[in-house]
């Protein structure tokens, strides 16, 4: 699965491409599944995605961490600052929480569309 962040556009935006892929499952048609992050701009997607935050992601990608404080140790940063960076991150889709509480970034890409002002 790829994780797909966009920047620009609006709510509307992103209906559509939920009803997008709602019409393709009901024709039959078979896609790889999507999950999209949608940022409002560019300020908040560098606010969510800071240098720290996208090496936490990256290291949670190359091994899972069964906790926080093995996050932080891992990563030789401060438990607080993990602790936050985790929740952050979580709460915009790019971390997942197993059932027994190891935390992944299984994804195999993250892709970036960025849009540079209203479709003409």
């Known amino acids: 699965m790829r994780k797909q962040i966009i920047v620009g556009g609006n709510l ?3 209906a559509k491409r939920v009803a997008d892929a709602w019409h393709r499952a009901e024709r039959g048609e078979v896609f790889e599944p999507e999950d999209n992050v949608t ?13 720290k935050r996208y090496e936490l992601l990256k290291a949670l990608h190359r091994r899972p961490a069964a906790s926080i404080r093995e996050l932080s140790r891992t990563l030789g940063r401060d438990f607080k600052r993990v602790h936050e960076d985790v929740s952050a991150l979580r709460e915009i889709g790019l971390i997942e929480v197993g059932p027994d509480g190891t935390l992944t ?10 849009t540079m002002g209203d479709a003409a």
């Open 12 to 14: 509307a935006d992103a």
């Open 39 to 51: 940022f409002v701009s560019w300020a908040g997607l560098s606010a969510a995605l800071t240098e």
């Open 105 to 114: 970034a299984s994804y195999s890409e993250i892709r970036a569309v960025i």
